[in-house]
């Protein structure tokens, strides 16, 4: 079973502050990392995507991975309430073709 | 245009009924995906076609047929479903091959009553 971690949260922070949102994966092969915000009762929405090792920045989000430790995170600097929605990290893994095996996602909430 | 398109956005069915959930994307993508997701859970991947043939089909119970007509269409079919079944039904697209981004649809919220 492949297997993408989280931490649930929810994640309490105030208005202006660096959220950080982390997620392990459990399959070495792995090759590309996405993470996907979503509103209560809307769609996931791709945010960024990072392949490589290191980090890569797209305005306030900042993606980080790390392939020898299993680690992706998603840092949001000067967090605004409407960030406030469920993070979803997604893997895909070697021998899963192109399909995403999604993180239970963290629930962030900004508070302004 | 990033745009994939589902329809219905909301279907309620009983659970003799038979309807059939629609997706449609034109931006070229030649992998296409059905999820489902349960209030509070992940999206959990059903079936993958990639270049209009199943690739992938996540142990889905038969009462849930996916088609792929063309390379723009994909449907699923339901058929005798359960209350169990309600859920948030996402359609997905990406270019073919690794390490390429997924765009979803707004989903169809389905009821089973």
């Known amino acids: 079973q492949k297997e993408v971690e989280q931490n649930s949260g929810p994640l309490s922070v105030p208005e202006g502050a660096i959220a950080s949102l982390n997620c392990t994966y459990s399959d070495r092969g792995s090759q590309s990392f996405f993470w996907y915000r979503q509103y209560s009762g809307k769609s996931p929405e791709l945010i960024m995507f990072?392949?490589?090792?290191g980090d890569k920045e797209d305005g306030r989000f900042t993606a980080q991975l790390n392939k020898a430790s299993q680690y992706v995170s998603l840092l949001i600097r000067d967090s605004q309430p409407s960030d406030s929605a469920t993070y979803l990290c997604?893997?895909?893994?070697?021998?899963?073709?192109?399909?995403?095996?999604f993180g239970k996602g963290t629930t962030l909430s900004v508070s302004s | 245009d990033t745009e994939v398109t589902q329809t219905p956005k909301h279907l309620v069915m009983g659970m003799t009924n038979k309807k059939s959930l629609k997706c449609e994307q034109h931006?070229?993508?030649?992998?296409m995906y059905w999820y489902k997701q349960k209030a509070k859970k992940p999206p959990e991947l059903m079936f993958v076609y990639s270049y209009e043939k199943l690739s992938i089909n996540e142990s889905v119970p038969s009462r849930f047929s996916p088609e792929c007509p063309n390379s723009s269409l994909l449907n699923l079919h339901l058929h005798a479903l359960q209350p169990e079944d309600s859920a948030l039904y996402l359609c997905?697209?990406?270019?073919?091959?690794?390490?390429?981004?997924?765009?979803f649809g707004q989903g169809t919220r389905l009821t089973v009553v």
């Open positions: 997905a697209s990406s270019p073919a091959g690794q390490a390429v981004e997924a765009f």
């Open positions: 997604a893997v895909v893994p070697n021998q899963a073709g192109t399909a995403l095996i």
């Open positions: 931006m070229g993508h030649r992998a």
């Open positions: 990072i392949y490589s090792n």
